[in-house]
């Protein structure tokens, strides 16, 4: 029950189209779910770790604790969403407390096109809003340490382990909506994309009270704008 209605849960949903696809091998059910999976859970991956490849990687392990809470503004996560060409790609990062979202399309996984990204969005932002950026483990990431120069601390997750950043993949799952894995990446343009990122990001979101996240990110900037600002009382 919620606000006196009757609601059915999203994991009824999941085990119900679960169990029409394992009865009737009917794989189009699974078209009415968001991310059009035919099977749930981790399927494994072949080859190892890059980890070891990570130039002073700090494991989230390490992280303060406050980032978990999502209370303190600040804190981020960062990920590559894939499509079918294996090629082209798109840079994602969401604040946590906000989950606003920055988008940039690339169209290869060099990590220097991944850090000048990632440089061009944090140095725009005051120090208050750029604390931490936690992302996986892959080599794209490999120059993450030069965003210790603007004083954005990064983590990593452990391997294998993408849920540890769990708010970038469900805004990831979000996204697919709008660009599933066998979209025509090249075809997409620049406007294309901060059109994408302002629809999402003026959504409203149950998780912030029905507030958009560019309004509860819009009035954290604000507030360190204005507290920078204040004069100092005359003694």
């Known amino acids: 029950m919620e606000q006196g209605r009757t609601l059915t849960s999203y994991e009824s949903i999941y085990r119900f189209i679960d169990a029409q696809i394992r009865r009737t091998k009917d794989y ?5 779910l968001p991310r059009g999976k035919s099977k ?5 991956r072949k080859g190892g770790s ?3 490849h990570i130039q002073g990687r700090i494991p989230i392990t390490q992280r303060p604790a406050e980032v978990q809470s999502r209370q303190q503004f600040g804190h981020w996560e960062a990920d590559l969403m894939m ?3 294996k090629k082209h790609n798109l840079l994602v990062a969401q604040e946590r407390s906000s989950r606003f979202v920055m988008l940039a399309l690339q169209h290869d996984k060099q990590s220097r096109r991944v850090i000048d990204n990632e440089l061009r969005w944090f140095k725009a932002m005051p120090k208050p809003a750029r604390r931490t950026l936690t992302q996986d483990n892959g080599t794209e990431f490999a120059l993450h340490y030069k965003l210790r120069d603007i004083d954005l601390q990064t983590y990593f997750c452990n391997p294998r382990s993408p849920w540890q950043k769990g708010g970038v993949e469900n805004m990831n799952g979000r996204l697919r909506r709008y660009l599933p894995l066998n979209t025509n ?6 406007n294309d994309i901060v059109q994408l990122a302002a629809l999402i990001n003026n959504t409203p979101r149950k998780c912030l009270d029905f507030k958009t996240p560019a309004e509860v990110f819009s009035m954290q900037l604000l507030h360190f704008k204005c507290e920078s600002t204040f004069p100092l009382t005359q003694e």
């Open 50 to 52: 890059a980890v070891q």
């Open 83 to 85: 499509f079918s060409n």
């Open 28 to 32: 189009s059910w699974r078209h009415y």
């Open 40 to 44: 749930r859970g981790f399927r494994g």
């Open 185 to 190: 990446v090249q075809a997409l343009q620049e």
